[in-house]
């Protein structure tokens, strides 16, 4: 998975481009794209909260790696909205110790949207 590309300079979308050497079921793409509105905001750990609920989301949808990412992607832009609003009108150049607390993920406080995650941004199939 790729993620954070902007197509273009100054663009506020991200595409996000993921594929799998693991079998699918049929008709379900190996390779996806996705495209989202960026969230306003600097935020720490976010590579490393998707990696992790990916891997969640796979061991739920064996055979479909277009929904477990769209799922994992749902879950983490929640907890970013979560987080965006505890920070409040944090600059994102601050490198105060306040604003690197500000910045941490709220996961704790997002745990619903990590469990029942809105999938708004669906993947669309890339190439052959």
Do not use: N, W
């Not at 197509?7 to 989202?36: A, F, K, Y």
């Not at 277009?66 to 992607?73: K, N, T, Y």
């Not at 607390?101 to 708004?120: D, F, I, K, M, T």
Request: hydrophobic letters at 40%.
């Amino acid at each position: 998975v790729i993620t954070s590309m902007s197509p273009s300079e100054g663009d506020d979308d991200i595409t996000i481009i993921g594929s799998t050497t693991e079998p699918q079921l049929e008709s379900v793409p190996s390779r996806v794209r996705l495209r989202l509105k960026k969230l306003p905001g600097y935020f720490t750990g976010t590579g490393d909260l998707l990696a992790a609920l990916l891997v969640a989301k796979l061991h739920c949808h064996q055979g479909r790696f277009a929904a477990a990412l769209e799922e994992a992607v749902a879950a983490l832009q929640g907890v970013m909205a979560v987080t965006a609003d505890a920070q409040g009108g944090i600059a994102a150049d601050d490198r105060s110790a306040e604003a690197f607390r500000a910045r941490e993920l709220r996961v704790v406080q997002g745990q619903y949207l990590l469990e029942h995650p809105e999938v708004v941004h669906r993947a669309e199939p890339v190439g052959g």
